[in-house]
C-alpha cells in the first residue's frame, strides 16, 4: 500500500508573540512592527530568531512585560496603520468620486437633460462651498466636488456603461425565466414619428414576475391597420 500524502501543518499566530517579539498580522501575513518585514510561516521559531537577530536591542531598551514596551507596540501600531491610510485613502476617494459621478448622470439621463449639464451641476456644487464653513474637512470636500468627472463625454460614457449592464442583466433574465410573453404598443413622439414599443413579461421559476422594456422601434412609414396587410 502506498504510503498516505502528509498533512501540511498549519501555524496559528498567538497574541502574545505581540509582546514578545513585536509581530502582529497584517493581511493574513506575519509582520514586523519594527521593520515591516513578513515572516511566511507564523511559527514562534521563526519570529524568535528575526527578533533576536535584527532587534535584540529592543529587548533591553524596553524590558519585556513592561509597560513602557507595551506603549511602544501601541506607538509602533499605530504608525503601521497611518502606512496603510496613505495608500487606501486615495482608493477609497476615487471610489467615491466614480460611484458619484455615475449617480448624477443617471439622474441627467432619467430627467432627459443634456449630457453638458453635469459641468453646471458640478459648479452648482462648488458655488455652495459657504455650507461646509463650519467643517474641519471643507478644503477636503472641495477638491473631491473639483475631482467629479463630469464632462459631457464623462457623462456619455457613464450612460452607455450603465445601459450595457442593463442590456447584459436583462439577457440574463431572459435565458433564465421559465416563460416570457411579449406586447407591442405604439405612441406618438414629438416629431410626430410613430414609435413600436416592445415589452416583455418574464415569469421565473419561483413564479415571481418581472416586466421590462423590451425595446424601441420608428415606424417612419405609414402605420395605418391596412398598411399591414
Known amino acids: 500500500m502506498g504510503s ?3 498533512k501540511s501543518k498549519t501555524y496559528r499566530f498567538n497574541e502574545e ?3 514578545d517579539y513585536f509581530f502582529t498580522m497584517v493581511n493574513d501575513k506575519c509582520c514586523c512592527l519594527i521593520c515591516l518585514s513578513s515572516i511566511a510561516i ?3 521559531g521563526n519570529l524568535e530568531r528575526h527578533f533576536l537577530a535584527l532587534h535584540n536591542k529592543y529587548q533591553t531598551d524596553y524590558p519585556p512585560n513592561s509597560e513602557l514596551r507595551k506603549r511602544k507596540i501601541r506607538d509602533l501600531k499605530t504608525q503601521l496603520t497611518n502606512q496603510q491610510n496613505i495608500f487606501t485613502k486615495p482608493i477609497l476617494k476615487s471610489q467615491a468620486v466614480t460611484t458619484a459621478s455615475f449617480k448624477v448622470s443617471y439622474l441627467l439621463d432619467k430627467e432627459c437633460k443634456p449630457f453638458s449639464d453635469g459641468e453646471f451641476v458640478k459648479e452648482f456644487f462648488l458655488e455652495m462651498d459657504s455650507l461646509f464653513n463650519d467643517f474641519k474637512n471643507k478644503s477636503e470636500i472641495t477638491a473631491v466636488i473639483q475631482d467629479l468627472q463630469l464632462s459631457r463625454n464623462s457623462v456619455m460614457r457613464r450612460i452607455e456603461k450603465m445601459s450595457g449592464k442593463l442590456k447584459e442583466h436583462l439577457h440574463n433574465d431572459i435565458n433564465r425565466c421559465s416563460c ?3 406586447q407591442c404598443d405604439e405612441s406618438t413622439d414629438i416629431s410626430d414619428t410613430a414609435q413600436l414599443l416592445v415589452f416583455i413579461r418574464m415569469v421565473f421559476g419561483d413564479f415571481i ?6 425595446g424601441m ?3 417612419k412609414e405609414r402605420t395605418r391597420g391596412v398598411d399591414t396587410v
Open 17 to 19: 508573540w505581540e509582546i
Open 4 to 6: 498516505k500524502p502528509k
Open 42 to 44: 507564523a511559527k514562534k
Open 209 to 214: 414576475s418581472n416586466e421590462e422594456l423590451l
Open 180 to 182: 416570457f410573453c411579449v
Open 217 to 219: 422601434i420608428s415606424l
